[in-house]
């Protein structure tokens, strides 16, 4: 199966132009990325478009992702002189840890302030990412907020508002939308399964397809435990060879869509409503904790 994907937001280019004019006021950037796909999850311009600003990655989701490769994705980042931590906005795991690593790649910058006579400027902090890392979550909890007024739509225009977030530091309220790149289908497939893609833009039932066939090459521990499948007898179909490998993977969609009740008249399985139990599952963290990506 080849997965087709045709998807460009046309207000791409106001969005970043915006970003940018923000950046004049910013002292500290913090990149937010989803735990399980770090690379998928970056703008790979996200340099060129903070031109030099200080920046601190930020692992988020990190309940939805394997705890020893979100370390090892930390240790990595360390080897670039990136400073990163790991976050979990939904319960505020990590936050504090932010405020602090913003705080302290500022020191020596706010000691030089002081030198020239500049005392009292807060840091500003601005948050970059690309759709569905959770950055409105993540400012909310942050600025220890229950809701925060996001423009619906990217790229809308808005009055700058800071949001006091410690006594040394601002936060600007309105999160930077990037867009990501597909720049092969792994990275497109990646962050099709998480949702990143809209869904009504993909043939769903083919991105349920391609993340069966990951999990069966890369976790099927989770598979078999979720949908009480026969692990030795999906391997063993793979291994013989008599049947083509998309029709063995098809097969084990069809038996976890009956297992779930996906089944329509005739006592056909609805593929479209197996495809949505599969993926939400993975979404929820239902299926476990995975990290799709590794360090390599």
Known sequence: MKLNINWYPGHMAK??????????LIDVVVELLDSRIPV???????????DGKKKIVVLNKSDLADEKETTK???YFKTQKIPAVITDANSGKGIKDVIKKAEEIMEEELNKREEK???GRKIRIMILGIPNVGKSSFINRLANKNS???GNKPGVTRKKQWIKISNSIELLD???VLWPKFENEEVALNLAYTGTIKDDVLEKTEVAYHFLKYLIENDIDK???RYNLNKEEILDSLESGYRPENEIIYEVMLKIGKMRGAVVSGGNIDDLKTANIILEDFRSGKLGRITLEKVK
């Open 73 to 75: 994705w930390i240790e």
């Open 15 to 24: 969005t970043r132009k915006q970003i940018r004019e923000d950046l004049k």
């Open 40 to 50: 998928s999850s970056r703008n790979p311009d996200i340099n060129t478009i903070i």
């Open 117 to 119: 006579g500049r005392i």
């Open 223 to 225: 598979l078999v435990k």
């Open 174 to 176: 309105t999160p930077g």
């Open 148 to 150: 925060l007024e996001v």
